[in-house]
């Protein structure tokens, strides 16, 4: 068995008059995140992860900010299709371990879905996906509500 290791790493700034999506989720805040698509750090981080694991690039390589095509892109399609080049590859996923770094919201409630969400968009089972949400104490960016940042790691299988 052949197994490859690919970490991610997403950051956005909050923006006012977006809807914040986390994992796919609409999360009820007052801001949203701000970028060229969605701006769902939490799937931008996985697809890093999962991309960098295949040795496939980042998602900027596959869908640029700059290509109007991925204009407010549903960041689950991004996931699906990243997830699609990683199994033409050869790979299926073994797991995926996150964290979200945020003050606020408050993100306990919403994990349940959020998990499930990824496991559906990704084929497996949602004991494959773990989602966890941490605060930053209140120091740096993060500590001053100005955004949120999103670690992940995925492994993958060749089979």
């Known amino acids: 068995m052949s197994f490859r290791v690919g970490q991610g790493f997403d950051v956005h700034p909050f923006e006012e008059g977006r809807k914040l999506f986390l994992g796919g989720i609409e999360i009820p805040f007052s801001k949203g995140l701000k970028g060229h698509s969605d701006a769902d750090a939490l799937l931008h981080a996985i697809i890093d992860a999962m991309l960098g694991a295949a040795a496939l690039g980042d998602i900027g390589q596959h869908f640029p900010d700059t290509d109007p ?63 966890k949400a941490t605060t930053n104490e209140k120091m740096g960016f993060i500590g001053r509500e100005e955004g949120i940042a999103v670690h992940a790691v995925v492994l993958l299988e060749k089979v």
């Open 69 to 131: 095509a991925f204009k407010n892109a549903d960041s689950t399609k991004l996931l699906k299709e990243s997830y699609a080049r990683v199994q033409e590859e050869g790979y299926s996923i073994i797991n995926v371990d996150s964290t979200i770094v945020a003050e606020r919201p408050k993100l306990s409630a919403y994990i349940p879905g959020i998990r499930n969400h990824i496991a559906e968009a990704l084929g497996c089972n949602q004991n494959q996906i773990s989602v």
